[in-house]
């Protein structure tokens, strides 16, 4: 009986100091099972892929081809390449069938500037550069729409930062798929413009290393607590666009440097944010601003991390406790058993909106937190490996 309560002492203790650290490795086939998990509850609840996105507090519905589903599938072809089932690229397949490999509200198909609405581009060029048959048809809309901005002088299209990853990576890959390099040097002209002239004095703010929104951030707004307001997923975009740029580009194509210092300055700036459960709060500098788990961003920042410390950009013994501390907590707080992810923030723009962000609340569109979530668990395997 001594014995019994000698072991159930041990047990307490070594629960209460939390001796299994959260920050520790996890193994390789815990993440894929739970990108698997999270992936297949969708793929079931969205079996029809072309199935129109209701939006019942706007009374109207979204055609699948919307940016929250094109991120989904960005992340789609990030599981993979990890986990290479048909199944997936037969899903994504129905999916630009079913738009005819268009671009949502587009005149004839292609004509847009919008960035939310060229992001299916890059699952589709993807896809054309997977089959053996390039088929015409999945890049000839995004080429055309991309062949239409660069025919003009015009830079300034990217007015808010979410726009920096729906579009940004488009480029890199039509310059791959062309060889021509002027598709490069728009997108770091266009990005350049964002971060420097966008708002009053640019949208990143190199005191902080972190990026507001759009110009409606700008100082003199800030926080409750008179920060400045940094919101979570807005700079998650910066994180992916940055990582998925150098993971697109040629390694000796000029703006790499550009893109590498920026993914690594704003990596350092947000290490120093995370939350203790291993999250972030949508407010990056006012916790108490609606403060709380989420998802989206924090798998965004996980994702850029990992891609960094894969790549030699950033320290594996200083960035892989932060990543696995926000593996865990992604999966351990926020993955449902049934595949489901909570603590996903819903579509907007700043900390206050889509509130509260709960475990149990669905967000408006259940795609791109997903997306992201992939993403992230895509590069940690690769980093385990």
């Given at each position: 009986m001594k014995l019994s309560k000698f072991i159930l002492a041990i047990i307490s203790i070594t629960l209460f100091c939390g001796c299994v650290d959260s920050s520790s490795k996890p193994e390789k086939e815990e993440v894929l099972t739970a990108m698997r998990q999270a992936n297949d509850y969708f793929m079931n609840k969205w079996s029809d892929p072309g199935q129109p996105i209701p939006y019942p507090s706007r009374n109207r519905n979204y055609e699948s081809n919307v940016w929250?589903?094109?991120?989904?599938?960005?992340?789609?072809?990030?599981?993979?390449?990890?986990?290479?089932?048909?199944?997936?690229?037969?899903?994504?397949?129905?999916?630009?069938?079913?738009?005819?490999?268009?671009?949502?509200?587009?005149?004839?198909?292609?004509?847009?500037?919008?960035?939310?609405?060229?992001?299916?581009?890059?699952?589709?060029?993807?896809?054309?550069?997977?089959?053996?048959?390039?088929?015409?048809?999945?890049?000839?809309?995004?080429?055309?729409s991309v062949d239409s901005m660069m025919q003009t002088d015009r830079i300034d299209d990217w007015s808010w930062i979410d726009a920096v990853q729906m579009s940004m990576p488009i480029f890199a890959q039509l310059g791959n798929l062309t060889g021509d390099k002027a598709y490069y040097d728009r997108a770091y002209e266009m990005y350049m413009y964002t971060k420097l002239k966008h708002g009053e004095t640019g949208l990143y703010n190199p005191a902080d290393q972190l990026w507001w929104r759009d110009g409606d951030f700008d100082p003199p707004y800030t926080e409750p607590n008179g920060e400045d307001c940094y919101w979570s997923r807005g700079n998650g975009w910066i994180v992916v666009a940055m990582a998925r740029m150098l993971d697109l580009l040629p390694a000796d194509e000029p703006h790499r440097k550009e893109y590498e210092t920026m993914l690594v300055d704003m990596c350092h700036a947000l290490k120093k944010v995370q939350r203790k459960d291993g999250l972030w709060n949508v407010s990056l500098h006012d916790p108490d601003y609606f403060g709380g788990k989420e998802l989206s961003g924090t798998a965004m920042f996980a994702y850029g991390m990992a891609y960094g410390v894969n790549n030699g950009l950033l320290p594996a013994d200083e960035f892989k406790p932060v990543i696995y501390k926000a593996w865990k907590g992604m999966v351990n707080d926020c993955l449902h058993p049934n595949g489901f992810l909570g603590y996903v923030q819903g579509t907007g723009k700043e900390p206050k909106e889509a509130q509260p962000v709960t475990y149990e609340r669905e967000p408006d569109f259940d795609d791109y937190g997903l997306g992201a979530f992939l993403m992230a668990g895509a590069e940690i395997y690769k980093m385990i490996e």
């Amino acid at each position: 009986m001594k014995l019994s309560k000698f072991i159930l002492a041990i047990i307490s203790i070594t629960l209460f100091c939390g001796c299994v650290d959260s920050s520790s490795k996890p193994e390789k086939e815990e993440v894929l099972t739970a990108m698997r998990q999270a992936n297949d509850y969708f793929m079931n609840k969205w079996s029809d892929p072309g199935q129109p996105i209701p939006y019942p507090s706007r009374n109207r519905n979204y055609e699948s081809n919307v940016w929250t589903r094109a991120y989904y599938y960005v992340g789609l072809m990030e599981l993979w390449k990890v986990d290479p089932q048909q199944r997936y690229i037969n899903y994504a397949l129905e999916w630009g069938n079913h738009h005819n490999w268009g671009l949502r509200n587009a005149r004839e198909g292609w004509k847009t500037r919008n960035a939310d609405n060229q992001c299916a581009g890059q699952a589709y060029i993807f896809l054309y550069n997977l089959d053996p048959q390039k088929p015409e048809p999945y890049i000839k809309n995004i080429k055309l729409s991309v062949d239409s901005m660069m025919q003009t002088d015009r830079i300034d299209d990217w007015s808010w930062i979410d726009a920096v990853q729906m579009s940004m990576p488009i480029f890199a890959q039509l310059g791959n798929l062309t060889g021509d390099k002027a598709y490069y040097d728009r997108a770091y002209e266009m990005y350049m413009y964002t971060k420097l002239k966008h708002g009053e004095t640019g949208l990143y703010n190199p005191a902080d290393q972190l990026w507001w929104r759009d110009g409606d951030f700008d100082p003199p707004y800030t926080e409750p607590n008179g920060e400045d307001c940094y919101w979570s997923r807005g700079n998650g975009w910066i994180v992916v666009a940055m990582a998925r740029m150098l993971d697109l580009l040629p390694a000796d194509e000029p703006h790499r440097k550009e893109y590498e210092t920026m993914l690594v300055d704003m990596c350092h700036a947000l290490k120093k944010v995370q939350r203790k459960d291993g999250l972030w709060n949508v407010s990056l500098h006012d916790p108490d601003y609606f403060g709380g788990k989420e998802l989206s961003g924090t798998a965004m920042f996980a994702y850029g991390m990992a891609y960094g410390v894969n790549n030699g950009l950033l320290p594996a013994d200083e960035f892989k406790p932060v990543i696995y501390k926000a593996w865990k907590g992604m999966v351990n707080d926020c993955l449902h058993p049934n595949g489901f992810l909570g603590y996903v923030q819903g579509t907007g723009k700043e900390p206050k909106e889509a509130q509260p962000v709960t475990y149990e609340r669905e967000p408006d569109f259940d795609d791109y937190g997903l997306g992201a979530f992939l993403m992230a668990g895509a590069e940690i395997y690769k980093m385990i490996e």
